[in-house]
Each structure stands twice: as C-alpha cells, then as structure tokens.
C-alpha cells in the first residue's frame, strides 16, 4: 500500500490485488467492477504484476462530493465520499441537489428555486445517451453560449437566476456570475439542436437555397424561440455586422455551419472541434470548492472558488489545433 486517503483522495488497485478483493468479498470482479466502475481503472504508475499493490493517487476524471442526504452515514471528518459523475450525472435527481467538488465535507447546492436547471440536466441526460458525440456536441454548445457572453449579451433570465443562485450558495452575485451554470439552460437548448440531424440537414438546405447568412439566421431564430428570446436572431446578427473581421473567422457558430456544409462526413471530428480564440477561459471553470476559505480574494479568485459547475463543464478529447472547451 502506497500514500494515504489524504494525499490521494482515491484508492487504486492493479489486477492481482483486484482479483484478490474479489475472492476475499466473494463476489465476481465483474459484479465488483459493475458496482464501482473505477475499480477497473489501473493507475499507470502501479506495476501490474504477480504482486498485489494498491495506491493512493488523485482521482483520474472529474469527480464530486457524492450527495449528502444519500450517503450521509458514510461521511467521516474530514473525508467525504466522492464520485465520477460522468458527463451528466452531477445533479442527485432525488434530493434535488446539484453536487460540488469538495474533498473534505458534504458540498451541494439545494435546486428547489432553480427548476430549469433540472429540466435542462433531464434533456442533458437524454441528449448524451442518445447522441454518439453527445459529450463533443456539449462542448462545442458551450463554446457557442459562451461567444454570447462575450458580446455582453444582457439577459434578463441569467440576471434572475444569478440573484437565485447567490441566495442558495451564500456567495456574492459577482462571484457566481462567471459560471457555467448562469447559462446552463440555454447550453442546453443549443446543444440539442446541434445535435439534431434533421435540424442539419435543414440547414444544408438553406445553405444550397439563400447562402450562408440566411442559414445562420434560420438557426438562431430557432434557437430564439426553444429559450424564448424571440429577439435573439436581430441581436446576434447586429453584433455580427459591428464585431471585427478577426473575431467573425473564429466564430464557432459560424464556422460550424461552414463546416457542417462542406464536410463529406457530417459527424466529421472537425464539425465539433473548438477553436482555441472560442475556448471559455480557463478561470471561469477551474475545479475548486466555494465553501474553503474565506480569505479577501480578487474576482478571479472568487469565481475560481465559487465551483458551481460540478463537474459539468465539457471536457472533450484534444485534437491537434484545437483547445479543448474547458
């Protein structure tokens, strides 16, 4: 055995050690694996020979606190019980709770005042299933709302949700602001109509029929109405017309749709890849808890601690010349 719990949170075995907690419990790895998914994962840095070993390393994906009310006998001091939540799964459906990533203590946000973030996590777990690049058409989703943000699009919606945030978290508005749940929703409605193939081929239509632009606004005037901004399309298309050329070549909207009419292969890797100048800056995703210290930090600091997105945030495989969406 190598390390402790607190120098690496998660407790890795090669495969005799695996095949040995299989016979001692008496169950079949298979079942054992089937019950803890990363029981299968051998860490690279132990040796997978005829000797047993097992080590403490940090975990290998994104994980979180595991919710509170569903593994409360299993919380010790200073330990927290944590879990992989996959590409959708940091919302605990039961207790409405949406999961944080503490290592140390029971961490979650109550979601009662927020109930579009649960739809919107119902119709994530739909799209990711049903979709083969389900987790690649969220991240470029996100690329997409968040080019949107960077025009100051002034929503009343995120205004709201931001107040309803700040009351349930504790946290002062500006620190939960940067976050990827303000836009959640919306990433969502996005997402699904990125992914939906009638959708593109309509939009190839339009593209052969009135030409690019005519397209985009097809599209936007769509997504308009799924999030009910009917004014959307006008909005973006007059942001178009004042933005500099330099910001209009690495527009992940725009290139999509050139991209989705000129690929041969229409799940091509190209079609969901993220252009670097698109990539959400790193400080408004970076893994922390909100709930550790109160020390005066600067904003950064603060929306860097104020971890609201649980895991969420896409991650997609990286690809040469493309910075993955953080």
Request: glycine share 6%.
């Amino acid at each position: 055995m190598t390390g402790t719990p607190g120098t690496g949170l998660e407790l890795f075995l090669n495969a005799p050690a695996q095949a040995a907690l299989a016979e001692f419990t008496g169950t079949p790895l298979s079942r054992l694996t089937a019950l803890l998914p990363s029981l299968a994962t051998t860490h690279s840095r132990l040796v997978d020979d005829t000797i047993r070993r097992a080590a403490w390393y940090a975990p290998c994906a994104a994980w979180v606190g595991a919710c509170p009310p569903c593994t409360g006998r299993a919380w010790l001091p200073g330990r927290s019980v944590l879990v992989y939540p996959g590409a959708a799964g940091h919302i605990c459906r039961r207790h409405r709770r949406w999961l944080l990533a503490h290592a140390a203590r029971p961490a979650s946000i109550p979601l009662e005042t927020l109930p579009e973030i649960l739809v919107a996590h119902r119709r994530h777990i739909t799209l990711v299933r049903a979709h083969p690049r389900g987790e690649d058409v969220m991240a470029f989703a996100a690329s997409v709302v968040w080019s949107w943000q960077a025009q100051r699009w002034r929503e009343p919606v995120w205004q709201d949700r931001l107040r309803r945030l700040a009351a349930v978290t504790g946290c002062r508005p500006v620190t939960v602001m940067p976050h990827a749940l303000l836009a959640y929703p919306e990433t969502i409605a996005v997402a699904r109509l990125l992914g939906d193939w009638r959708w593109r081929q309509r939009l190839c239509e339009s593209v052969s029929a009135a030409g690019a632009a005519a397209a985009e606004r097809v599209f936007l005037q769509e997504i308009g109405r799924r999030i009910g901004r009917p004014w959307l399309a006008d909005w973006l298309v007059a942001c178009t017309r004042t933005r500099p050329r330099t910001a209009a070549r690495t527009d992940p909207l725009d290139r999509w749709l050139h991209l989705l009419t000129a690929a041969d292969d229409p799940e091509s890797d190209g079609l969901w890849t993220v252009h670097r100048a698109a990539v959400r800056p790193s400080e408004y995703g970076d893994r922390a808890s909100f709930l550790t210290d109160r020390r005066p930090r600067s904003i950064c600091e603060k929306a860097r601690a104020a971890f609201l997105t649980g895991g969420w945030e896409p991650v997609p495989a990286p690809r040469p010349g493309a910075a993955p969406c953080p």
